[in-house]
């Protein structure tokens, strides 16, 4: 439902926080799997991967594409002015994009959840969302937000000869307007509810408690504006430093305070990060310390004492 320029960077990011979301349970079910056959440790067997993937495939691409039949200018950000304008190939590489976007995002994620690099992991998702915010306010020409707010061609050629306010108006009176507050309703309210629904999951589940470090609802809000408000305002600052100073030297200081600001192991970013209780340490922590016990003290290091390992880990 958002113009196919931006929409993989919010696949991606999306299937990266669903990971994230649910980075305790992928953990868990490492724990559960280990030692078991090849068929459980599958990545069709995995539930989270596979809702992940029916969430983009069933809401992402079908809402998409009816945008892209309905006002094909604005979904190609004006680039094309009607139907004729569209390459067929753009609606086969954007039905099957998104869910491969999706399913890369979320193993990415998921894969860096597992070896105890949650933070990592969570800047998958700032980065995602940077790429979608960024190509929605600034663009590839400084004129995203005016390509987006522009329901017809006509629109956005007459930019210039109207106020903002007349444009901003012309677009939520619009059908286009009309049929992304519709789609949203469904895709977005459906991302969020799993994804919050995930968190409360993982939040339930032993240890993690002793992880999170504020209230649930505070924690919420903490990832919300981690995941949502921070890529959007970066997005737009370094729109706003590519306007004041160019982009040669615009990005490159862009990139320098966002590395100050995401990296530093002192960033408030990553403290913030930390009240919020994703794991931080390896999915075989707990794994092997109980395998160890178990291994020295039959003397055997085979399947059987790691396979006491989950149940003693599942039973802490």
Do not use: K
């Not at 919300?224 to 305002?233: E, R, S």
């Not at 707990?286 to 399947?303: I, K, N, Q, V, Y």
């Amino acid at each position: 439902m958002i113009q196919i320029q931006a929409a993989l960077f919010w696949a991606y990011a999306a299937g990266a926080t669903f990971a994230l979301s649910a980075g305790r349970q992928l953990q868990v079910w490492e724990r559960i799997n280990a030692g078991e056959g090849p068929r459980t440790r599958s990545r069709a067997a995995n539930p989270y991967l596979a809702l992940t993937a029916l969430f983009a495939a069933v809401l992402m691409v079908p809402t998409g594409l009816f945008l892209l039949w309905q006002n094909p200018s604005w979904s190609t950000m004006h680039v094309a002015d009607g139907h004729e304008g569209v390459w067929a190939g753009f609606l086969l590489f954007y039905a099957g994009g998104i869910p491969v976007a999706a399913i890369l995002g979320f193993l990415v994620a998921q894969g860096l959840v597992l070896v105890g690099a949650g933070y990592w992991a969570y800047l998958q998702c700032v980065g995602g969302y940077f790429l979608l915010f960024g190509t929605l306010i600034h663009g590839w020409d400084g004129r995203g937000y005016e390509r987006f707010l522009s329901p017809g061609a006509e629109d956005f050629a007459d930019w210039s000869r109207d106020s903002v306010v007349n444009h901003v108006l012309d677009f939520v009176t619009s059908g286009t307007f009309l049929a992304l507050l519709l789609f949203g309703a469904a895709v977005i309210g459906t991302m969020l509810a799993t994804e919050i629904g995930w968190l409360m999951e993982g939040w339930s589940l032993p240890g993690a408690d002793e992880d999170r470090q504020v209230p649930r609802f505070l924690g919420i809000a903490i990832a919300a504006a981690g995941v949502y408000g921070l890529p959007f305002a970066g997005a737009l600052f370094a729109s706003v430093l590519v306007r004041l100073a160019g982009g040669w030297l615009g990005l490159p200081l862009f990139a320098v305070v966002a590395g100050v600001t995401l990296l530093h192991r002192r960033s408030p970013v990553r403290w913030l990060y930390g009240l919020v209780g994703v794991p931080g340490r390896h999915w075989r922590a707990g794994l092997d310390e109980a395998g160890g016990r178990e291994s020295g003290g039959s003397g055997s290091g085979g399947p059987d004492g790691q396979e006491s390992g989950v149940t003693a880990d599942r039973s802490a």
